[in-house]
């Protein structure tokens, strides 16, 4: 940008504005005459100047008075103004004149090279000013631009997640009523060939809901939202669990599975056991799938026993048709295969790994590989948990096979969908319970206000009044039975803030939807009196 600095020459003499501009031609500037005071304070109202050469004595107001008058205005403030007088050395008007807020005196006759310098060290200054702020402008400009695009990122990520919430409750509710339902006909000793439909029925249910479960989590993981839980668990139990719900596809496979832990694991350890069966879950899945003939070991060591802070060391090592060495760093990305037909060969997304390797690097650990195409593969990671102080775990109670009578206990069921009315019911009638369905909020709370419940299981979206909605309400009743009714939420919501939010309403606790039946016995049971 080129500036070009204005300066304004302030004499009732015409001879010596001449004299002024010819002196300094020469110089890149544009100068402007004034033949009064007035007519200077006019002028700085409608310009910015680099700088003023002010005669002092003039008629009407003279130079001091002039300057005084310019200096009122905010912006001229800082606005350099030098005199030029024949009289300066004289010691009143150098007070006065600095006082009125000059910057230098410049005597008459002028000695040309001093004037010019002078002039010009100002009008470099100017030029300074002016470029530095142009730059502070454009970059606030830029700043303004960034905070914009910054809202509108966020607001997006909003959306998103809000969409998802949205999406994932909407899918899983018919879902889990799916799942639900053929858990139900499995319960009613269906003849071999219905059987096989059932599983089959199962099976693809399940895989929709693995999916849909891959998708939230790595959208969660994505905009920074996962929180991990801190509970007691028994790792043995954990893999074993695993195991078995492998057990079924790896013998179909002709497949061994086998776990292997170190004796020196503990019986119970504290840590995030929901999210390990996740991530060996999609381990043992994937060996699994790329594994024909052979083996899948799920071994675990312990590799330091900080009393704390126990390390482990998990691996899965599978006989299957491994992972070429240039395609190992690519599938741990989203969306990456190691062969484009392998979704047509074997199935999934592509997502599996980019979660599992986020899921144990949120938690200080790394997901490493060793694999040889045509030998197998082995997937292993290190984590560490916190010692526990138990020994034993209570939930063990949980593990229970057998379901005893439920006689006496009264459940009521708030739930608008009427196919998860019928399951939930369905099996409590089975275990005896005495059930009451209440179709959203608000009926719950006239019932509970008129009739003894033993435990509430409640629906968190409901029309007319939802769950967390009608606990609060609930607990706002007078007496100690309405403050200590439990209230358990049924929740199809992955999502952890659901999680929170259904602790600050009151309720006592949830069961994800689709329910395992044992969990919701073993969670209604304590209530029976
Ligand atoms: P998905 O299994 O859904 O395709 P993953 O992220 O779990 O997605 O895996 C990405 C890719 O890594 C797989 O498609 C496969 O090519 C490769 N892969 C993962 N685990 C194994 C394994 N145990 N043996 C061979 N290839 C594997």
């Not at 668990?233 to 079924?248: I, P, T």
């Not at 100690?480 to 606790?509: C, H, Q, W």
Request: glycine fraction near 6%; avoid cysteine; charge should be negative.
């Amino acid at each position: 940008m080129d500036i070009l600095p204005k300066i304004l020459i302030v004499d009732d003499n015409v001879n010596n504005i001449y004299a002024i501009e010819k002196l300094l031609a020469d110089l890149h500037i544009e100068m402007i005459r004034a033949r009064s005071g007035y007519e200077a304070i006019e002028l700085t109202a409608r310009h910015e100047f680099a700088l003023i050469l002010m005669d002092v004595q003039m008629p009407g107001i003279d130079g001091f008075e002039t300057v005084e008058m310019i200096r009122k205005e905010e912006q001229n403030e800082l606005l350099p103004i030098i005199y030029i007088t024949a009289i300066y050395n004289e010691n009143y008007y150098r007070t006065k004149g600095l006082k009125s807020g000059a910057v230098d005196f410049i005597a008459k006759p002028i000695i040309a090279d001093m004037f010019i310098g002078k002039v010009n060290i100002f009008v470099n200054l100017y030029k300074q000013r002016k470029k530095l702020e142009l730059e502070i402008s454009q970059r606030a400009e830029i700043e303004r631009e960034l905070h914009k695009a910054k809202n509108i990122a966020e607001e997006a990520a909003r959306a998103k997640q809000q969409f998802l919430s949205t999406m994932s409750h909407e899918i899983r509710t018919p879902l889990n009523a799916i799942i639900n339902t053929a858990n139900l006909l499995r319960e009613e000793e269906p003849r071999p060939d219905q059987l096989d439909n059932i599983e089959i029925l199962q099976f693809s249910a399940g895989n929709l809901m693995n999916l849909i479960n891959d998708i939230l989590d790595f959208s969660k993981i994505d905009s920074g939202k996962i929180e991990f839980e801190t509970v007691d668990f028994d790792l043995r139990k954990l893999l074993n669990g695993v195991r078995q719900s492998f057990e079924y596809e790896a013998v179909k496979k002709g497949l061994e599975l086998v776990v292997q832990i170190s004796e020196a694991v503990p019986p119970v350890i504290r840590g995030d056991s929901v999210r390990l069966s996740q991530i060996l879950i999609n381990l043992v899945g994937n060996a699994i799938k790329f594994t024909n003939k052979g083996k899948i070991t799920m071994e675990v060591l312990v590799i330091s026993d900080l009393p704390e802070r126990p390390e482990f060391l998990f691996k899965v090592i599978d006989t299957g048709i491994g992972i070429p060495e240039d395609k190992q760093q690519f599938i741990f990305e989203s969306f990456t295969q190691a062969s484009s037909s392998t979704t047509r060969n074997y199935g999934g997304t592509g997502l599996g790994l980019a979660i599992t390797k986020k899921l144990i690097s949120l938690q200080g650990g790394t997901l490493e590989l060793n694999s040889k195409p045509g030998e197998g593969s082995t997937f292993f990671f290190k984590l560490k948990f916190i010692k526990s102080e138990k020994n034993r775990l209570e939930e063990e109670m949980l593990m229970k096979t057998s379901f005893g009578s439920l006689t006496g206990l009264r459940v009521l069921v708030v739930e608008d969908n009427l196919v998860n009315q019928k399951i939930v019911s369905k099996f409590l009638t089975k275990w005896d319970a005495t059930v009451n369905i209440a179709e959203n909020g608000r009926v719950a709370v006239e019932k509970v206000a008129h009739e003894e419940y033993d435990v509430v299981l409640m629906d968190l979206h409901m029309p007319e009044m939802n769950g967390y909605d009608a606990t609060k309400a609930i607990r706002s009743m007078e007496g100690d039975y309405f403050k200590n009714l439990p209230v358990i939420a049924l929740t199809a919501s992955a999502f952890l803030e659901d999680r929170d939010k259904i602790y600050t309403v009151g309720m006592s606790g949830y069961i994800i939807k689709p329910f395992n039946p044992r969990e919701l016995y073993w969670k209604i049971e304590p209530f029976l009196k």
